[in-house]
């Protein structure tokens, strides 16, 4: 059974810096082999529906991100250890959200306009980040 744990959420002043991790389990060389896929983040903020945040593919770890976080985020995977990061820099408080990581059931990520538009096989159970102002 495939699991994806994330951590390193929590509180941070507007300005300040985060770095998600998100530890996928369920993965092995024999079977689903986690350098294959898609892995995205998305965010949901109260109120709002979720959105897609980045995204690296499988193969050849091309990426992608939202406009609202280009050049302030920056998304890396470990193949070898089954983990994904999100470094989030120069955080605003519109960055406030539940952050979830996730595996498409692709290896390629949607366009950037669009990250959430191939479907999810699974998804972590998501983890606070929080920015005040």
């Known amino acids: 059974e495939v699991q994806l744990e994330e951590s390193g959420g929590g509180l941070v002043q507007a300005g300040g810096s985060l770095t998600l991790s998100c530890a996928a389990s369920?993965?092995?060389?024999?079977?689903?082999?986690?350098?294959?896929?898609?892995i995205g983040w998305f965010r949901q903020a109260p109120g709002k529906e979720r959105e897609g945040v980045s995204c690296?593919?499988?193969?050849?770890?091309?990426?992608g991100y939202a406009d609202s976080v280009k050049g302030r985020f920056t998304i890396s995977r470990d193949n070898a250890k089954n983990m994904v990061f999100l470094q989030m820099t120069s955080l605003k408080p519109e960055d406030t959200a539940v952050y979830y990581c996730?595996?498409?059931?692709?290896?390629?990520?949607?366009?950037?306009?669009?990250?959430?538009?191939?479907?999810?096989?699974?998804w972590g159970q998501g983890i606070q980040v929080t920015v005040s102002s």
């Open positions: 369920g993965f092995s060389p024999d079977g689903l082999v986690f350098g294959d896929y898609a």
């Open positions: 690296i593919e499988g193969f050849d770890g091309s990426i």
């Open positions: 996730a595996v498409h059931h692709l290896s390629e990520c949607a366009p950037d306009s669009d990250l959430g538009r191939y479907p999810v096989l699974y």
